[in-house]
T-cell receptor, first 114, second 112 residues
Framework: EAGVTQFPSHSVIEKGQTVTLRCDPI?????LYWYRRVMGKEIKFLLH????????ESGMPNNRFLAERTGGTYSTLKVQPAELEDSGVYFC????????????FGSGTQLSVL | GENVGLHLPTLSVQEGDNSIINCAYS??????FIWYKQESGKGPQFIID?????DKRQGQRVTVLLNKTVKHLSLQIAATQPGDSAVYFC???????????FGTGTRLTIIP
């Protein structure tokens, strides 16, 4: 069974540019989460999808971040325009059950904004 | 605000010895706790979890202890191996809350 896959694994962009991160959850997992880890700090929740619906987007830092999950399969996270403080590792996770249990994480996308 | 934190950012242990990684949390409503292991270039990997109605749970070479009185969580790894070298995160949540709150992580290094 394939795990959670994320693309790209690394992205280096300049301030002001746009970047789109993609996440393919484990097949059959309705719950999809985005988290990020800014350098040296804790992993923080961004948002949670149940199928194609945003269940909780309380962790999204500002309106420069847009997440979508059309059709309830893969998800994208777009940052437009990117700022220096957006640098970090963006993780996607999926689960079959709700409640934050048994999350399977992808390897993350390392985003560097210069 | 509520936060989950770790006492030590780094820990070095001789191969074969036991290691203990600690975590403090401040949300008394938390009722579910998880330990994750993150190896270089990979995402967090589930190790073991525990609910608040328990104070100890054992897995293969790992034991999680929960002390709700002092809001403390620990991960014990027995007979450490080189493959145990990684960053370990504790995380917590509570019923009805879908999101996990993570600590900053402890880097465990196993010395051969």
């Amino acid at each position: 069974e394939a795990g959670v896959t994320q693309f790209p694994s690394h992205s280096v962009i300049e301030k002001g540019q746009t970047v789109t991160l993609r996440c393919d959850p484990i097949s059959g997992h309705d719950n999809l989460y985005w988290y990020r880890r800014v350098m040296g700090k804790e992993i923080k929740f961004l948002l949670h999808f149940v199928k194609e619906s945003k269940q909780d987007e309380s962790g999204m830092p500002n309106n420069r971040f847009l997440a979508e999950r059309t059709g309830g399969t893969y998800s994208t996270l777009k940052v437009q325009p990117a700022e220096l403080e957006d640098s970090g590792v963006y993780f996607c996770a999926s689960s079959q059950d709700r409640g934050g249990e048994k999350l399977f994480f992808g390897s993350g996308t390392q985003l560097s904004v210069l | 605000g509520e936060n989950v934190g770790l006492h030590l950012p780094t820990l070095s242990v001789q191969e074969g010895d036991n290691s203990i990684i600690n975590c403090a949390y401040s949300n008394s409503a938390s009722d579910y706790f998880i330990w994750y292991k993150q190896e270089s270039g990979k995402g967090p990997q589930f190790i073991i979890d525990i609910r608040s109605n328990m104070d100890k749970r054992q897995g293969q070479r790992v034991t999680v202890l929960l002390n709700k009185t002092v809001k403390h969580l620990s991960l014990q790894i027995a007979a450490t191996q080189p493959g145990d070298s990684a960053v370990y995160f504790c995380a917590e949540s509570y019923f009805g809350n879908e999101k996990l709150t993570f600590g900053t992580g402890t880097r465990l290094t196993i010395i051969p």
